[in-house]
Nanobody
Framework: QVQLVESGGGLVQAGGSLRLSCAAS????????MHWFRQAPGKQRELVAT???????SYADSVKGRFTISRDNAKNTMYLQMNSLKPEDTAVYYC?????????WGQGTQVTVSS
């Protein structure tokens, strides 16, 4: 079992940057995959980025080259560095993982990008 708490969201102008954090309530060293999702108003939740325990990463096409996912096992925290933000990046961002068949979500953090 794990609790996930996101932070770092806010209001930023287009072209700006934000770094989101996802703090876990237990060690993430043995957690294989961790993800960032986002959900914009009126849209389905979508996968933004994934990082494995080995450090392999993957990204949605819409954020490739602009977003970077990372994890610090010593701090039990996952990050999402978001650069060159666009208004279409506006959404609630959630971290997510699965442990022993159970899926866990954070409460989300709002990111708003103004044009």
């Amino acid at each position: 079992q794990v609790q996930l708490v996101e932070s770092g969201g806010g209001l930023v102008q287009a072209g700006g940057s934000l770094r989101l954090s996802c703090a876990a309530s237990r060690s993430i060293f043995s957690i294989n995959r961790m993800h960032w999702f986002r959900q914009a108003p009126g849209k389905q939740r979508e996968l933004v980025a994934t990082i494995t325990s080995a450090g392999s990463t993957s990204y949605a096409d819409s954020v490739k080259g602009r977003f970077t996912i990372s994890r610090d096992n010593a701090k039990n925290t996952m990050y999402l560095q978001m650069n060159s933000l666009k208004p279409e990046d506006t959404a609630v961002y959630y971290c997510n993982t699965a442990i022993s068949g159970s899926v866990y979500w954070g409460q989300g953090t709002q990111v708003t990008v103004s044009s």
